[in-house]
């Protein structure tokens, strides 16, 4: 829908679960062609997953950035550095390097890429699996706003991208990396709420999942604050107030914001 064709080549060292979102994402909303990927991963079924699609699956990292202009790094971040040392004799200007690798830094991906290479850090969610992505990128290395551009095009494929300074990231973390968990408890605890009150577990879980979809789309589609959103369904004496109510009493809001500092310490401590 209105997204550019990329006329770039796209590599993946790593065909795991995110590569394989992303590739798969990529295609389906016909931002890049399937011709135009190949994917390296040591693990025979990876690569046979890849070449499903009709995306070119080899099994050595160089022919992968040999032939790409975008190298997605989607190895598990113990990995990065080792990768990124055995390949950085071939990268060349032509290379933009995209770490999705959580904690690790741009300095330390600098250090193992080398200094002129032009890196991009992305903190990606893993709905990023059905195209609803909440994505953040910082630039590093010589990285500059075509490479921004490329990767905001790429990701808007798969959801949406900001772009923080990296001091930022681990709140990023914080919140729309681990923020899926949150997400998915409250979507549990709501259909829990519609079992106990007498609907079958199926019909409550559809409808919580529902309502949560629906509202985080009217929130983005409307622009309007949540809390306007809320006042709008709110009829004075009515059911959801009540509702509402017990929600305050019991400090969810509070609870929400703590698990973000907390997750953000985290992220901190473990970078
Ligand atoms: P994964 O284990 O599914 O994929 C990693 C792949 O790398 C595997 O298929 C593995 O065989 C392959 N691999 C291992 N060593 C390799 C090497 N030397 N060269 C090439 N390939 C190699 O992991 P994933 O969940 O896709 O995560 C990939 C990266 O994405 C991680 O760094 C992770 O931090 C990041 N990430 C993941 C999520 C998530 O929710 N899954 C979210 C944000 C960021």
Request: aromatic share 2%.
């Given at each position: 829908?209105?997204?550019?064709?990329?006329?770039?080549r796209i590599g993946f060292i790593g065909a795991g679960q995110m590569a394989e979102a992303l590739a798969?994402?990529?295609i389906s909303k016909g931002v890049v062609e399937a011709s135009s990927m190949i994917a390296t991963d040591p693990v025979a079924a990876r690569r046979e997953v890849f070449e499903s699609f009709d995306v070119k699956a080899v099994s050595t990292n160089l022919e992968v950035?040999?032939?790409?202009?975008?190298v997605f790094v989607a190895v598990k971040p113990q990995y990065v550095g080792p990768v990124l040392k055995e390949v950085r004799g071939h990268l060349t200007d032509k290379h933009t390097i995209v770490s999705i690798a959580a904690g690790k830094t741009l300095s330390s991906l600098k250090e193992a890429a080398g200094d002129d290479v032009r890196i991009v850090r992305v903190m990606p969610n893993t709905p990023c699996l059905?195209?609803?992505t909440a994505s953040a990128m910082c630039l590093g290395g010589q990285a500059n706003d075509e490479d921004a551009e490329t990767v905001r095009t790429l990701f808007s494929a798969v959801g949406r991208i900001v772009q923080v300074d990296e001091k930022m990231l681990s709140a990023v973390?914080?919140?729309s990396g681990s923020g899926p968990a949150y997400a998915f408890l409250v979507i549990e605890a709501l259909a829990d709420g519609g079992v106990k009150a007498g609907l079958p577990r199926d019909i409550s879980m559809a409808l919580a999942a529902q309502t949560v979809l629906g509202s985080a789309k009217m929130?983005?589609?409307?622009?309007?604050?949540?809390?306007l959103l809320k006042d709008m369904?709110?009829?004075?004496?009515g059911t959801t107030i009540a509702g509402y109510h017990e929600l305050e009493k019991g400090g969810v809001r509070a609870s929400l914001i703590n698990a973000v500092v907390a997750a953000t310490n985290r992220a901190d401590e473990i970078s």
């Open positions: 829908m209105g997204l550019t064709k990329l006329q770039k798969r994402g990529f950035v040999k032939e790409s202009d975008i059905v195209g609803e973390t914080g919140l929130v983005l589609e409307t622009g309007k604050h949540p809390g369904v709110t009829s004075p004496g």
